[in-house]
């Protein structure tokens, strides 16, 4: 499964943005398909994931009430809504998707936040 991620940017804080995850196959038929994120210096941590089915999503407590994460299956995409934007969200964010014991990852973009 290949993975492409899109959309990050400079932001200013408490603006927003939005990431798209594109996959090649289907989502539906990925167990889960989420954002991770890497800031300099830090470990990767999760920020949100979805189900296949679209019924469950995950949030980092640091994301909750800010970030959306959503699924358009007819785009076969998994976009990430991010709203009132700090700069600790500054970090390079990765597509992941998750089938049993395989992972797969897109490569990263780079989003910026500015006080």
């Known amino acids: 499964v290949q993975l492409q991620a899109s959309g990050g940017g400079l932001a200013q804080a408490g603006e927003s943005l939005q990431l798209s995850c594109s996959a090649s196959?289907?989502?539906?038929?990925?167990?889960?398909v989420g954002w991770y994120r890497q800031a300099p210096g830090k470990q990767r941590e999760m920020v949100a994931t979805?189900?296949?089915?679209?019924?469950?999503?995950r949030y980092a407590d640091f994301v909750k009430g800010r970030f959306t994460i959503s699924r358009d299956i007819s785009e076969n995409t998994v976009r990430l809504q991010m709203s009132t934007l700090q700069p600790e969200d500054t970090a390079v964010y990765y597509c992941?998707?998750?089938?049993?014991?395989?992972?797969?990852w897109g490569q990263g973009t780079q989003v910026t936040v500015s006080s």
């Open positions: 979805i189900t296949n089915r679209g019924n469950v999503k």
């Open positions: 196959r289907r989502i539906d038929t990925i167990n889960e």
């Open positions: 992941n998707g998750k089938n049993g014991r395989l992972t797969y």
